[in-house]
């Protein structure tokens, strides 16, 4: 799973005080484990928090928690920077720039599951995945509930359709993240035939903000 946060124009929370930095120009990552072995992960663009400390990890249909009691095994960091030519578009190459690390953990107990969070940071925002190595205590398994968050750091402008598991056909809304509710936008749609949007607060991917400072974020999947 990966998911990306492009960015346009902490609190003491750290086992053992281990904080990973990785930085390309003014975008700058942080993670850090908590006292309960919790992931954390925070976003920067120079020195203005975009996402505050913010939560990882999954719960598994069998109730077990993958988001806490882990511990660092290690970590390693590379850079990248090549260019690829798309079959079509407005320009002929593209540049991959990015700054990667890759965070091993382990749980704190008897079965002492694995799992890596690699993170990509490029000049324009971040980019993460989870992966699942190879391993006898976690064979087969169903997710039952990712715990990702994105503590934002502030109430932004959002541009917004619900979050529909059939349609994408909404009208956009403009408002405060906080003032999100689908609810009326779904009932009064009735040019649309099937709506199914379950959560009044859900909202469709691509999701587009903008900070009272001017600074546009964009939160969606990557590598579809």
Same mark, same amino acid.
């Given at each position: 799973? $990966?998911?990306?946060? $492009?960015?346009?124009? &902490?609190?003491a929370?750290? &086992?053992?005080?281990?904080?990973?930095?990785?930085?390309?120009? !003014?975008?700058?990552l *942080?993670?850090? $484990?908590?006292? *309960?072995?919790?992931?954390?992960?925070?976003?920067?663009?120079?020195?203005?928090?975009?996402?505050?400390p913010?939560?990882?990890? =999954?719960?598994?249909?069998?109730?077990?928690?993958?988001?806490?009691?882990?511990?660092?095994t290690?970590s390693? &960091?590379t850079?990248?920077?090549?260019?690829? !030519?798309?079959?079509?578009g407005?320009?002929?190459?593209?540049?991959?720039?990015? &700054?990667q690390?890759?965070?091993? $953990?382990? @749980?704190?107990?008897?079965?002492?599951?694995?799992?890596?969070?690699?993170?990509?940071?490029?000049?324009?925002?971040?980019? =993460?995945r989870?992966? =699942?190595?190879? @391993?006898?205590? #976690?064979?087969?398994?169903?997710?039952?509930?990712?715990?990702?968050?994105f503590?934002?750091?502030?109430?932004?402008?959002?541009?917004?359709?619900?979050?529909?598991?059939?349609?994408? *056909?909404? #009208?956009?809304?403009?408002?405060?993240?906080?003032?999100?509710?689908?609810? @009326?936008?779904?009932?009064?749609?009735?040019?649309?035939?099937?709506?199914v949007?379950?959560?009044?607060?859900?909202?469709?991917?691509?999701?587009?903000? !903008?900070?009272?400072?001017?600074?546009?974020?964009?939160?969606?999947?990557?590598? #579809?």
């Amino acid at each position: 799973m $990966l998911i990306m946060l $492009l960015i346009m124009l &902490q609190t003491a929370m750290a &086992q053992d005080n281990k904080i990973i930095k990785v930085n390309l120009n !003014k975008v700058r990552l *942080e993670f850090m $484990l908590d006292a *309960e072995g919790k992931p954390f992960y925070s976003v920067y663009y120079g020195e203005k928090a975009v996402i505050k400390p913010s939560p990882m990890g =999954f719960t598994l249909a069998n109730d077990s928690a993958l988001d806490k009691h882990f511990e660092l095994t290690g970590s390693e &960091q590379t850079s990248v920077d090549e260019t690829w !030519k798309p079959v079509w578009g407005e320009v002929s190459s593209i540049r991959n720039h990015y &700054q990667q690390v890759t965070i091993h $953990l382990k @749980q704190k107990s008897s079965a002492g599951r694995l799992m890596n969070i690699i993170f990509r940071v490029f000049e324009d925002g971040v980019g =993460f995945r989870y992966e =699942f190595p190879t @391993q006898p205590n #976690l064979k087969y398994f169903i997710v039952s509930n990712e715990l990702t968050g994105f503590n934002l750091a502030g109430d932004h402008k959002t541009f917004w359709i619900p979050g529909d598991y059939d349609t994408n *056909e909404y #009208l956009y809304t403009t408002s405060k993240i906080s003032e999100i509710d689908n609810r @009326q936008m779904v009932a009064s749609s009735t040019d649309i035939a099937v709506r199914v949007a379950p959560d009044a607060h859900a909202v469709q991917t691509p999701l587009m903000m !903008k900070s009272a400072d001017g600074l546009y974020i964009n939160i969606h999947e990557a590598a #579809l």
